[in-house]
């Protein structure tokens, strides 16, 4: 059987010890903030650093650009020349980033220079938490080893149904400077201590309803994903906190109780890339369905 990699776009914010476990390349994503550009989860500045810099300019939104098409080709080849010909990709929304055109454009190249090579590219039409879920199953599809290429690419564009990624912002500024509020233009206006809520639907963001205070918010997450769980133990779960990790420890406290859950929640940072348009305090949650045994 041959050997299969995997390679994600920054967007999902996979913890180190995943990526380094399960040998998945991230490529980063840029971003401009006040005349400067950066290598966004690369070298050039962290979560933390970025996070405060928007504490600090609160007037100045900052600007993401996607991997271009030569920074996918050079992921392809340095898989490729480590001896994977197979190679299974995720990128965020196309929706919301020209990442997964981009990287089509690079497959399509590098495909026709080395033609034994096979990329499936997969479009998640999600981001953030929900996008991360989808790819720890795929990683864990694949450290399995009993599943050929096809099959996994097969599970994983049928997984993208089965996922689903719900957040909240402490204000909708940021989403509405970035062009990303897509559906939440509904909120937009409503009374400061409105808090919204807000899901991925066919990857754009859609409404789901608005509460008057951030515990709230946080309660009522909770039970739209508990209710869409069937079973707690046939799921990946995954949340992800800019800059509010308390809240995200209250939450997870909570959805443990409420899906009398005591196995994995995949916790994390929302990383620069996705907190350049929900700002500091964004909060979410995400999960998709396991395959039947």
């Known amino acids: 059987m041959n050997k299969i990699a995997q390679i994600v776009d920054a967007a999902s914010n996979l913890p180190i010890e995943i990526l380094r476990k399960c040998n998945i390349l991230k490529i980063p994503f840029y971003i401009t903030f006040d005349g400067k550009e950066y290598l966004v989860q690369g070298k050039d500045i962290s979560d933390e650093e970025f996070y405060k810099k928007m504490a600090e300019n609160p007037d100045k939104a900052p600007k993401t650009a996607a991997p271009n098409p030569e920074d996918w080709f050079n992921a392809f080849k340095e898989k490729y020349d480590k001896g994977f010909k197979e190679i299974i990709v995720t990128t965020i929304s196309s929706e919301l980033s020209a990442s997964y055109q981009n990287a089509n454009i690079a497959k399509k190249d590098f495909t026709n220079q080395y033609q034994d090579s096979k990329i499936t590219l997969i479009d998640t039409r999600t981001c953030t938490c929900g ?32 996922t689903s990624t719900i957040f909240t912002v402490k204000t909708l500024k940021y989403m509405k400077a970035g062009g990303r ?25 859609k409404p789901i309803k608005a509460v008057r205070s951030r515990r709230k918010s946080l309660d009522e997450m909770v039970n739209i994903i508990s209710d869409r769980i069937k079973d707690p133990n046939k799921v990946v779960l995954c949340t992800r906190n800019a800059m509010c990790e308390e809240d995200e420890k209250y939450m997870i406290e909570k959805l443990r109780e409420k899906l009398n859950y005591e196995g994995k929640i ?19 949650i995400g999960f998709t369905e396991l395959e039947e045994e």
């Open 131 to 162: 996008q991360a879920a989808l790819e720890i199953k795929i990683a864990q599809i694949i450290e399995n080893g009993k599943k050929l290429f096809e099959e996994i690419s097969k599970i994983a564009k049928e997984s993208i149904k089965k």
């Open 266 to 284: 995949y916790p994390g940072t929302l990383g620069a890339v996705i907190g350049a348009h929900s700002g500091p305090g964004a909060i979410g």
């Open 181 to 205: 509020i897509g559906g939440a233009t509904q909120f937009v206006g409503t009374l400061l201590n409105i808090k919204p809520i807000m899901e991925f639907v066919n990857g754009v963001v």
